[in-house]
């Protein structure tokens, strides 16, 4: 084959690549600009321009810095749209589909923090501020109010619920979540954890990937958390669970390093206690208690797990 046909055949791959990626773009608009609220449906607001999409990699140029996160728990394509009222201001409405209702319910956790108040859409409706964040199916949807010095509650909420009914599917939480104690569990006090990078913007224990799970959850109480992190089996954990022992005994950061029958513990640079423990293919972990209160929660969601199974 001559070069010429060579060069031939790589434009015709380019053109038919381009033409596969258009045709993905305009399938994105076509599911999720359904899920846009049209003019008629909000009194006073209007879509300004059209909306971006993104699907893959492409979120990165949609999110500058913050796209990692999102493929790490499972990113399918998104939708953006800004809407304005000449009254009111401008409002931004992102929709992403995730891969699964528990990727959604994981970013969804990530987004959202401690200060808010629920509201009533979706599932769990957090409002914080200028800004509300909601899940529902494999959607999580994120209304941001753009214009300072006004209070867009009203508007922010209005919007959320024409876009909530326009989602169906189950939504179903991971089954870790009901590992958790109930009890003086903050209110939104749950995170769902599906990679390093998600722990690591939780709480430091290294750069480096100690813990290798699955999946992990962690729940913030009222001066202590819990952290549980899922494995294939219970070798795998008991794998993971002895590389983490040795890198944290190491690491400089804590201290009076001390290993039990069943677990090992050690001080963090807050002077706050850490208990790890095994338990069948799961990592326990908690952080911020004494010894006893740490067994007695040990004992406790060892017997959540057991009655959920």
């Given at each position: 084959?001559?070069?010429?046909?060579?060069?031939?055949?790589?434009?015709?791959?380019?053109?038919?690549?381009?033409?596969?990626?258009?045709?993905?773009?305009?399938?994105?608009?076509?599911?999720?600009?359904?899920?846009?609220?049209?003019?008629?449906?909000?009194?006073?607001?209007?879509?300004?321009?059209?909306?971006?999409?993104?699907?893959?990699?492409?979120?990165?140029?949609?999110?500058?810095?913050?796209?990692?996160?999102y493929h790490e728990y499972g990113f399918k394509r998104a939708i953006f749209q800004r809407y304005t009222n000449e009254k009111v201001g401008a409002?931004?409405?992102?929709?992403?589909?995730?891969?699964?209702?528990?990727?959604?319910?994981?970013?969804?956790?990530?987004?959202?923090?401690?200060?808010?108040?629920?509201?009533?859409?979706?599932?769990?409706?957090?409002?914080?501020?200028?800004?509300?964040?909601?899940?529902?199916?494999?959607?999580?949807?994120?209304?941001?109010?753009?214009?300072?010095?006004?209070?867009?509650?009203?508007?922010?909420?209005?919007?959320?619920?024409?876009?909530?009914?326009?989602?169906?599917?189950?939504?179903?939480?991971?089954?870790?979540?009901?590992?958790?104690?109930?009890?003086?569990?903050?209110?939104?006090?749950?995170?769902?954890?599906?990679?390093?990078?998600?722990?690591?913007?939780?709480?430091?224990f290294n750069t480096k990937n100690i813990f290798g799970f699955i999946d992990g959850v962690i729940g913030q109480y009222d001066d202590f958390s819990v952290f549980i992190f899922r494995y294939k089996n219970g070798e795998d954990a008991r794998i993971?669970?002895?590389?983490?022992?040795?890198?944290?005994?190491?690491?400089?950061?804590?201290?009076?390093?001390?290993?039990?029958?069943?677990?090992?513990?050690?001080?963090?640079?807050?002077?706050?206690?850490?208990?790890?423990?095994?338990?069948?293919?799961?990592?326990?972990?908690?952080?911020?208690?004494?010894?006893?209160?740490?067994?007695?929660?040990?004992?406790?969601?060892?017997?959540?797990?057991?009655?959920?199974?």
């Amino acid at each position: 084959m001559n070069f010429f046909a060579r060069v031939r055949i790589l434009i015709c791959l380019f053109i038919c690549c381009s033409s596969g990626f258009a045709a993905e773009k305009q399938d994105i608009h076509k599911l999720l600009d359904n899920l846009l609220p049209r003019n008629d449906e909000l009194a006073g607001w209007f879509a300004d321009g059209e909306p971006e999409a993104a699907v893959g990699e492409d979120l990165y140029l949609l999110i500058n810095g913050g796209a990692e996160i999102y493929h790490e728990y499972g990113f399918k394509r998104a939708i953006f749209q800004r809407y304005t009222n000449e009254k009111v201001g401008a409002l931004n409405l992102e929709i992403y589909e995730m891969d699964s209702p528990q990727a959604t319910y994981g970013i969804y956790t990530f987004k959202t923090g401690n200060e808010g108040r629920s509201i009533n859409t979706g599932r769990e409706g957090w409002l914080e501020s200028y800004f509300l964040n909601f899940w529902k199916a494999k959607f999580l949807v994120t209304i941001t109010g753009l214009t300072p010095d006004t209070d867009m509650t009203e508007n922010i909420s209005k919007m959320a619920k024409v876009v909530a009914s326009k989602i169906s599917g189950p939504s179903e939480k991971p089954s870790l979540v009901s590992y958790l104690p109930l009890d003086n569990l903050l209110e939104n006090g749950i995170s769902y954890l599906k990679g390093n990078l998600a722990l690591f913007n939780h709480y430091f224990f290294n750069t480096k990937n100690i813990f290798g799970f699955i999946d992990g959850v962690i729940g913030q109480y009222d001066d202590f958390s819990v952290f549980i992190f899922r494995y294939k089996n219970g070798e795998d954990a008991r794998i993971w669970y002895e590389l983490a022992r040795s890198s944290l005994n190491q690491n400089t950061r804590f201290s009076d390093f001390f290993v039990r029958d069943t677990l090992f513990e050690m001080s963090d640079p807050d002077n706050r206690r850490l208990r790890i423990k095994p338990y069948q293919n799961l990592i326990m972990i908690v952080l911020g208690t004494t010894a006893k209160q740490a067994d007695q929660l040990f004992r406790l969601i060892e017997g959540r797990i057991n009655h959920n199974k």
